[in-house]
C-alpha cells in the first residue's frame, strides 16, 4: 500500500516536467493527496495538495503560479506539472496522503500519511 512518485529528470531553467504519483493497494480518491519535495541538505517542504475531489488546490508561495497539481481517479493517479523551472527546485520529489484534507492550505508535515518513493528533479543548464 504506497504512493509511487515517477516523472523526474534533468531539465533546463525555464523548463518543464509533469510528475505522476500512482496509488496501489487503496483507491487514490479516498485522500487528498499533497505533494513535497526535499533538496539537499534543507528540511522537506510542502508545496501542493489537492482534495480528494479536485474542488481545492493550494500552493506554497515558491511554486505559486508555476506548478499545478491535479488528479484523475479513475486512474488512480495525480499529477504535479511544472513549468518556468528554476535551480533551486531542485531536489527529491514525493507524494503522499494528506490527512488534513486540503482544506485551509498545504498541511505540515504532521498531517502527510502513507507515501513512498520519490523521484529526482534536477534542474541545471
Known amino acids: 500500500v504506497q504512493l509511487q512518485a515517477s516523472g523526474g529528470g534533468l531539465v533546463q531553467p525555464g523548463g518543464s516536467l509533469r510528475l505522476s504519483c500512482v496509488a496501489s493497494?487503496?483507491?487514490?480518491?479516498?485522500?487528498?493527496i499533497v505533494w513535497f519535495r526535499q533538496a539537499p541538505g534543507k528540511e522537506r517542504e510542502g508545496i501542493s495538495c489537492?482534495?480528494?475531489?479536485?474542488?481545492?488546490?493550494y500552493y506554497a508561495d515558491s511554486v505559486k503560479g508555476r506548478f499545478a497539481v491535479s488528479r484523475v481517479n479513475a486512474k488512480n493517479t495525480a499529477y504535479l506539472q511544472m513549468s518556468s523551472l528554476k535551480p533551486e527546485d531542485t531536489g527529491v520529489y514525493y507524494c503522499a496522503t494528506d490527512l488534513s484534507g486540503c482544506r485551509s492550505g498545504v498541511p505540515a508535515a504532521t498531517s502527510w500519511g502513507r507515501g513512498g518513493q520519490g523521484t529526482q528533479v534536477t534542474v541545471s543548464s
Open positions: 493497494g487503496f483507491h487514490l480518491d479516498w485522500y487528498a
Open positions: 489537492i482534495s480528494n475531489s479536485a474542488s481545492s488546490t
